[in-house]
């Protein structure tokens, strides 16, 4: 009878472990490839809902070109400020448009979102 209660102490632990592990797993945050449109928010009127190439257009060549399944995401930067600009494909177009911009210094830093685009077309 003794050997029986250590036996199945071992298996009452192993048990309890799925509940230890589970709830953290539910809560981790998804990768920034998994990430809807809807996560990041909004670009401002003039950026909003442009393409690849009216990107270009206005701020030149972009420094990288990162594409995934579900976003394109394209950085732009001068040495004063570094824009990074999220395209995904919508409903209404085949082409992925920006739905979202984050601005920054080039040290990390937050800046000015109109300054930033103001700077990056003056050049």
Known sequence: MTVFRFAALPCSLILLLPGCVGPAAVGTAPSPTMRSAAHYGSAPEGIA???????VAMFGQPRLDIRERTVRKLQFTNGRCVLDAYLYVTGRKKEPIVTHIDTRLPNGNDTD?????????TN
């Open 113 to 121: 979102t109109g300054a930033c685009i103001q700077s990056l077309q």
């Open 49 to 55: 809902g442009r393409d690849a190439r009216q990107l």
